[in-house]
């Protein structure tokens, strides 16, 4: 097939090629309000502009006012592309079986790293929507409560196990109302497109007050996504095939095609007043054991409704390599080795490190990308 | 000291006397446009009519519109008193020490009924803001998987341990910013007031999925609210003292007073076709072992942003005796015994049965109250 061209030059390293209109918001100058825009190398495309200027020629959006707003609402409620600045709900899946297995590993031990519903299900739990902020927004340290073994009492205070989990979110396009589940089949057409994802973790205050209700402080204090969100329609080139499923899952959660995407993640490390960040994962989106459409469609069965602007994350995305896992509690076992970084040791994140996550796909002669997610660590509060 | 006497004639049974004025969202006609409102005896207050005609005379309300639009986020953000149509993020806690015991008497047995944590921290878990929905909204049954003991494998089908949870809930007021936790003895000026909430649960599904993150689809499919929020200023004649916490809260949760209400709170079944409902709970909010300002100052600890109306559950509200606790698993001890509703047997909830939640606190000559949450079950999905 011949490569689209397009006016706009773009480098063949660039993310953001013709074969990936990612959209998302911006600001043309910092005092100008917000609106929705395409990239394109390093260009925007302002929609706004190109709407008011008559350029839409499809029967749904020449006359319609979905770019002339601050947010992409109204446009994500015509059809398949969706997003929204305030987001909808946050969900977070554990759909990993290297993630989940080497976290059983570490908390349970080698009787049952992985439990039994996990194979037969999506295992999730609900995020907090509020604290979900756009790469580049600094990261402040959390304090709480922790309990070390062997101590008769928690103390508080800052985080000592402060963590990143390197994941990708769905964000969801058209919703379905209170009461009727999404078929299995159907839940691509629900998927707008997907972003980068950091999950910030405090392991310490994480296993103290997870049982039995789940995390809750351990992660709702920030969770950093990439501003761009890319289209599964770019995405299509990449799909491949996703891991065989045994045992087979239930009929609702059984698809015609089950898909997931070869996407290559890495994760970078950069500490305060060093010059070079250091790649300490790289592992691929394929190793979803539960697919994206699983995870939507299991969602909803119970009838709960998803909204446009929802996020989906993926959980932790981690691969059969040790160099591939996912976050620091897996890549130092819970802190028991270290890692180093161009000679500095690091078993959790210290103040001034900046994480910054990238995926990208390499087609032929171009890259379809997602930018980076990144993210610095500011101290705690005094 | 003297009654306040309004215009309005109410009765002294009502919910909504002078000494109460909650607010919330109504159409005067099916057809008009949505409104905020004030609840007096049987009357609703249109603020949009009163804003219209001037008759705020405060410097912050005489030249805001706030009342002229669909929702009160406007009008949220000038301070204390807060409400949103569109909800934000909804968190559940589980500050019941009674309904913690006896959820873990039944999954745990009598060697640990209440985990370590629990006495040092408000446990809570995010909850689904999508499917919270207003009194009177219809719930359908849920589907989903469960994996009754001793079965070799989990199967699909609608949920056969259907139950309610009595609880209340903060509407949260001001917010705080991301990073920025609110010390525990301002908590009380982020509150706007309380609500009734219905965390409808289906336990079988529930059983299977929630380890290790927690609660998901077996809660998610709906949470029911009552309409109208009453302020604390308005519930402040009904305070008294918390239980005594020992051990002692960490001094992040230590505050100068400990405050409960005494607000006696009632469950009701009415099973489709009966006349009438049958009482199967009476309960008081004053039974919490953590306070409503404990529960918010410990959800911002960690940085994590509060919004303007944003719903944090109580969690289960269970007194001591055996008639006070809150849910069906516990009134039935998990479907071991039978309630009986005017001669019917009940382990679990059944199509058509509505339940009803009330609460209320007689002052001298006047009642205040929080009318009714309600919903009826109807059938799964085919
Ligand atoms: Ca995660
Ligand atoms: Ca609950
Ligand atoms: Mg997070
Ligand atoms: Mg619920
Ligand atoms: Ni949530």
């Not at 002339?68 to 994500?76: D, M, R, T």
């Not at 039995?212 to 599964?232: C, D, E, H, R």
């Not at 299509?236 to 009929?251: G, I, M, R, S, Y």
Request: proline share 9%; with cysteine.
């Amino acid at each position: 097939m011949a490569l689209l061209q397009s006016f706009i030059q773009v480098h063949p390293d660039s993310h953001f090629p013709i074969q990936n209109l990612p959209y998302g918001i911006f600001k043309p100058q910092p005092t100008s309000s917000p609106r929705p825009g395409v990239a394109i190398g390093d260009f925007v495309l302002d929609l706004s502009e190109i709407s008011s200027a008559g350029l839409f020629n499809g029967p749904l959006l020449n006359n319609s006012d979905c770019f002339q707003q601050p947010n992409l609402n109204k446009f994500v409620s015509l059809g398949r592309p969706a997003w929204k600045e305030a987001l909808g709900d946050y969900t977070d899946f554990f759909s990993s079986l290297h993630h989940t297995k080497n976290c059983g590993l570490i908390f349970r031990g080698p009787q049952t790293p992985v439990l039994e519903n996990w194979y037969h299900l999506p295992v999730a739990y609900h995020g907090r929507a509020s604290s979900v902020v756009v790469s580049g927004t600094d990261i402040v340290r959390p304090r709480g409560q922790a309990h070390p073994a062997g101590k008769p009492s928690p103390y508080f205070g800052p985080s000592l196990k402060l963590d990143f989990e390197l994941e990708m979110a769905t964000i969801v396009g058209p919703g379905n109302e209170l009461g009727k589940p999404v078929d299995i089949n159907n839940a691509e057409d629900h998927i707008f497109g997907l972003v980068l994802l950091n999950d910030w973790s405090a392991r310490d205050i994480q296993a103290w007050e997870y049982v039995p209700l789940g995390p809750f402080l351990g992660k709702n204090f920030a969770t950093s996504i990439s501003p761009w969100i890319v289209t599964l329609d770019a995405l299509e080139p990449f799909a491949c095939e996703a891991p065989k499923q045994d045992p087979p899952p239930l009929p609702y959660l059984a698809e015609k095609v089950s898909k997931n995407y070869d996407l290559s993640l890495e994760v970078h490390i950069k500490p305060v007043d060093h010059k070079d960040s250091s790649v300490v994962t790289r592992s691929n989106l394929k190793h979803l054991y539960w697919t994206l459409t699983q995870q939507l469609a299991h969602h909803t069965i119970n009838g709960c409704n998803l909204r446009p602007g929802d996020v989906l994350g993926t959980g932790t995305i981690s691969g059969p390599e040790p160099e591939a896992r996912g976050c620091l509690l897996e890549l130092t076992w819970n802190g028991q080795n270290s890692l180093s970084l161009n000679g500095l040791d690091r078993k959790f994140l210290e103040d001034g490190d900046e994480v910054i996550l990238t995926g990208y796909a390499k087609g032929d002669g171009y890259t379809i990308g997602f930018g980076t997610c990144s993210g610095k660590i500011v101290p705690a509060a005094p």
